[in-house]
């Protein structure tokens, strides 16, 4: 089974971009996704794809280098699979995903990594899977798909799909169909046992907007989330790194159910614990793991 992926902060850069491309690796991202798809006009594919094989080929990697190719139905992916696979990224993006697909872009790499001499499987995938409407009504069959470390969702391309003409209310808040779409990509991801990833902030001046996504976006179960700016990083990562009291917290909970062995419930602070509680707790110490930077 793939290890789930660990990543707080997963930062877009445009493919066509050698700029871009330098400046993502060095903003402190836990992840970069060099991107072939949305980032780049029709005319600059063939282009980007040379950038991107070319960056990470020569580029001595601060962090995890993953490539969003376009849509298996796009016409593009496999020249784009093609041109980065041989350049060993550690991973990659699948646009418009559905299980199936997820599945063949595994079969696709299996041959490419054979192709360049590569090892078999080091390639993981992360699947964006709410993006088409048929991909809807699969998003809890994800388990036990080769490869795949996480999934994420998009509202974006989901609105486009509908038809929708907004995705938002007039508060601001998404509309419920991309509410549930989320939701969805939640359960979806703890059932196939990846990690859940958050989609974007679009609004990358609002940074304090951007803070109470990724706050209520961890709360919920999510484990990392999509920048499409540097600025938007450092508030990434503090958002999903436990704070200090919450970390004093978990611990005293661990302690309380260590010194009662066998015990189903146990009481603390006036509350009543039970295993749910524990396994919070246990779960949110795991994510020590990265500074709170």
């Not at 993981?124 to 709410?130: D, F, L, M, P, V």
Request: proline share 6%; glycine share 8%; aromatic share 6%.
């Amino acid at each position: 089974m793939t290890e789930p992926l660990v990543a707080r902060s997963l930062l877009f850069a445009p493919g066509d971009s050698e700029r871009k491309l330098a400046k993502a690796g060095a903003s402190g991202a836990d992840l970069v996704l060099l991107d072939l798809e949305d980032a780049v006009a029709e005319a600059s594919k063939g282009e980007a794809r040379r950038l991107v094989a070319e960056h990470l080929r020569g580029t001595e990697r601060a962090q995890p280098q993953w490539v969003r190719i376009n849509p298996l139905g796009s016409g593009h992916a496999l020249a784009d699979l093609a041109a980065v696979v041989p350049a060993r990224p550690d991973g990659i993006m699948l646009p418009k995903a559905t299980r199936a697909e997820a599945e063949r872009l595994h079969h696709y790499l299996t041959a490419l990594e054979a192709a360049a001499g590569l090892p078999q499987g080091g390639i993981r995938t992360i699947a964006i899977a709410t993006e088409t409407a048929p991909a809807l009504f699969g998003l809890g069959e994800y388990a036990g798909c080769p490869r795949l470390a996480a999934l994420t969702w998009g509202a974006e391309d989901s609105a486009t799909a509908l038809g929708a003409t907004d995705n938002r209310d007039e508060n601001g808040e998404y509309d419920f169909p991309y509410q549930l779409f989320r939701a969805l990509c939640l359960a979806g991801a703890a059932a196939a046992q990846v990690t859940p990833i958050e989609t974007i902030h679009g609004d990358f001046r609002d940074l304090a907007g951007l803070e109470k996504v990724a706050v209520r976006a961890r709360r919920a179960g999510f484990r990392g989330m999509m920048a499409i700016h540097p600025d938007q990083v450092p508030v990434i990562n503090r958002a999903f790194s436990p704070s200090e009291a919450e970390i004093a917290h978990a611990e005293r909970i661990v302690a309380a159910f260590a010194a009662n062995p066998g015990a189903g419930t146990i009481g603390l602070d006036g509350a009543m614990l039970d295993m749910p509680h524990l396994k919070r707790a246990q779960a949110l110490l795991a994510l020590r793991r990265f500074d709170a930077s």
